[in-house]
């Protein structure tokens, strides 16, 4: 079975600093791995995804995310933060194999950006 | 195209009132999917439709539940005799056909309060 574990409920952090959100996967099969974000009151929008090839995956507003297969990790970077990132950000899991008709959601992370 | 519909934003009931929430996928997304998200925690699936065929559905969706898809475009998502624990938040999302991963586009849910 799939899971997704969001290491960090929540993560404070200075506007213009750096942030790593953390996302850890188990599956036994090959996957597909996305981030989205979710402001106040919101439906779900996409961040960015991994399907195959460079593990380093780029995405909107700044975002990128590493997948890295021997520590199922699929950790989300900004390099300086804004105030309009705060949100609650959720890594996905779906299952590659077998084409992924459903997605399972970590718990979220909040992340709070301070002035 | 305005992306996934639904309607209403907000509902507040009794307990044990009957409600209905109607979803409006992108046009041509074939699949559809209805989530829940109760606070603090990422969507859980629910149930899931190719066209109109519902092909799976989560273990959390009880006898109390129900959801259809007549003709292969709208969905609602029925709740009877509702209870306080259904309170959440009713997300759906919809996609083409997810043979390399293709991600599930969000509406900005229903938010059901049971009072």
């Known amino acids: 079975a799939q899971s997704v574990t969001q290491l960090d409920s929540q993560v404070p952090v200075f506007e213009e600093a750096p942030v790593e959100l953390r996302c850890n996967y188990s599956?036994?099969?090959?996957?597909?791995l996305f981030w989205y974000v979710q402001y106040p009151n919101q439906g779900l929008q996409l961040l960015l995804k991994?399907?195959?090839?460079?593990?380093l995956v780029k995405g909107i507003n700044g975002f990128e995310a590493e997948f890295n297969k021997s520590q199922t990790s699929f950790h989300l970077r900004k390099p300086s933060v804004h105030i309009s990132d705060t949100a609650e950000y959720f890594c996905?899991?779906?299952?590659?194999?077998?084409?992924?008709?459903?997605?399972?959601f970590g718990a979220g992370t909040r992340l709070f950006v301070k002035a | 195209d305005t992306g996934v519909s639904q309607n209403p934003r907000h509902k507040i009931t009794k307990r044990g009132q009957n409600v209905t929430f109607r979803c409006d996928p992108i046009?041509?997304?074939?699949?559809l999917y209805w989530y829940r998200q109760t606070l603090g925690q990422g969507p859980e699936f629910l149930t899931y439709?190719?066209?109109?065929?519902?092909?799976?559905k989560s273990r959390l969706l009880s006898d109390r539940f129900s959801a259809e898809r007549p003709k292969g475009s709208f969905s609602t998502l029925e709740i009877q005799r509702t209870e306080q624990g259904d309170s959440a938040m009713y997300l759906c999302?919809?996609?083409?056909?997810?043979?390399?991963?293709?991600?599930?586009?969000f509406g900005q849910g229903t938010r059901l309060t049971v009072v």
């Open positions: 999302a919809s996609s083409k056909n997810q043979g390399e991963g293709t991600e599930a586009f």
């Open positions: 599956s036994s099969v090959s996957v597909y």
């Open positions: 991994y399907l195959s090839g460079s593990t």
């Open positions: 996905a899991v779906s299952d590659g194999n077998t084409g992924g008709f459903k997605t399972i």
């Open positions: 046009s041509e997304h074939n699949r």
């Open positions: 439709f190719q066209n109109e065929a519902q092909l799976e």
